[in-house]
Each structure stands twice: as C-alpha cells, then as structure tokens.
C-alpha cells in the first residue's frame, strides 16, 4: 500500500504540477519548431543516505540536488521539480 505522502506525489504529476526553474536567457531567444529531445528526470531522496546535500528529512544522492525541502525530493540540477507542501515532517516516538 502506497503512503499518503506517496500518492500525494504522483498525483501532482498526474495532474501537471510540476515546476521547471525559468532560465532567463532560453525565455528571451525565439522559440524553435524542433521537439524537445530533454528527458525529464525525478528522483525521490533515500532516507539516511550518508552523502550529499540535506533535504527535508532526507538526503539527497551525488550529483542530485534539493528541489523541495517539505517533501525530501531530489532532482537533477535544473530538472522539474513538483511544487508541492508536504508540511512538517512527523517525527515518530
């Protein structure tokens, strides 16, 4: 069974909320008739992973960094991000 926090994810997905840092200089060129070849990366941070830059609860890998700090979620360096608010983590007794 997938947790809400989970579920919460993929649905903003689903349903498009997904966020890319504005590069002002590609904004300011003409736009181009060829497709898009970019592939879209995510990546969800491992809880306790040793290396790389803090994220919310977790970690974020090597090479990735913290898009969204409420959520723990990593990505590429100028990848999409989901611009969501996971809130306060819950800290377990």
Do not use: H, Y
């Not at 349903?15 to 003409?30: F, Q, Y």
């Not at 969204?68 to 306060?88: F, H, K, Q, Y």
């Amino acid at each position: 069974m997938l947790s809400f926090k989970t579920l919460a994810v993929l649905a903003a997905l689903t349903l498009g909320a997904v966020a890319r840092p504005a590069d002002m200089a590609a904004r300011d060129e003409a736009p181009t008739t060829t497709p898009s070849t970019e592939k879209i990366t995510f990546a969800m941070a491992a809880p306790g992973l040793e290396t790389g830059v803090q994220c919310g609860p977790n970690k974020c890998g090597a090479g990735l960094v913290c898009c969204n700090e409420s959520c723990g979620i990593c990505s590429a360096p100028r990848g999409v991000c989901i611009t969501l608010w996971c809130g306060e983590p819950i800290l377990s007794v």
